[in-house]
């Protein structure tokens, strides 16, 4: 039976891989990848690797989870290395623990290789630090998908005093998450931000607060995959933009008044 690997890719940038990960999709004889994944990171297969596509989104399974997990140990019976690449991290919203579970349920050696998890990709490449001792002591990573019921009443009594929240999948449930959120009047003018295909070339900002951000995902045409930021970190993001204007308005002023 062979060794199955459950490899976080990242959140995009094909560049964010680790080594490790690197190392072991070039060990792998067969590569199960979902559709988050930059094509890019393929390119560290070796040549002769089966690649199998059993992307998930919302509404569209290739193959339902059950299906995955069963396929997972099947291969293991064939080859001698198995990988399930991973967008962000396989434990961040990415139902690494049940494939896991699954896996040694089954006798089989399975190795997780973490992965940079979009909520930290996002940050670094805004230069939006998700805490900052003038704005956030403490980081919560919350998925805006739910597995059954649907309700969101359970964000109704987040407290944002202080905090940043980062909701992974928030676009389909943004009107449910903001109107419980604004069942509390003080959070009204909380900034928010949506970071859309977060660390990629196409990435894109857009902000508001949580009375507005609707709209504002509305006007800009905002699409999955995207991640929202709740916080008054998202204020620190609009002072650097307007500190690097001034930066290149002073250096360009500077090279002007050398001719």
Not at 42 to 68: N, Y
């Amino acid at each position: 039976m062979g060794k199955i690997y459950l490899i976080g890719a990242g959140p995009g940038d094909p560049e964010l891989l680790t080594l490790k990960a690197v190392r072991d999709l070039r060990e792998s004889d067969v590569i199960l990848y979902d559709h988050l994944i930059n094509p890019e990171c393929l390119r560290h297969c070796k040549e002769d690797a089966e690649i199998i596509f059993v992307g998930k989104s919302m509404g569209d399974h290739t193959l339902p989870q059950d299906e995955i997990n069963a396929l997972l140990v099947s291969l293991s019976e064939k080859y001698n290395v198995v990988s399930r690449l991973k967008g962000g991290d396989p434990l961040i919203f990415g139902r690494g623990g049940e494939e896991y579970e699954f896996i040694l349920n089954h006798g089989l050696d399975c190795e997780i290789i973490p992965g940079i998890t979009t909520a930290m990709g996002a940050g670094a490449a805004l230069g939006l630090p998700l805490t900052h001792r003038n704005y956030s002591s403490e980081v919560r990573l919350i998925t805006g998908h739910k597995k059954k019921d649907g309700v969101y009443s359970d964000f109704t009594a987040l407290d944002l005093n202080n905090k940043t929240y980062v909701v992974y999948m928030a676009l389909t449930a943004l009107q449910d998450i903001t109107r419980e959120l604004l069942k509390n009047p003080e959070n009204e003018n909380v900034p928010v931000a949506i970071v859309e295909k977060a660390t990629r070339i196409n990435q894109r900002l857009v902000t508001g607060t949580l009375k507005t951000i609707n709209q504002v995902v509305k006007d800009q045409n905002v699409q999955p995959p995207a991640i929202l930021i709740i916080g008054q970190v998202v204020k620190f993001v609009e002072e650097m933009e307007l500190l690097k204007a001034k930066v290149a308005a002073d250096n360009a002023s500077r090279i002007h008044s050398s001719f």
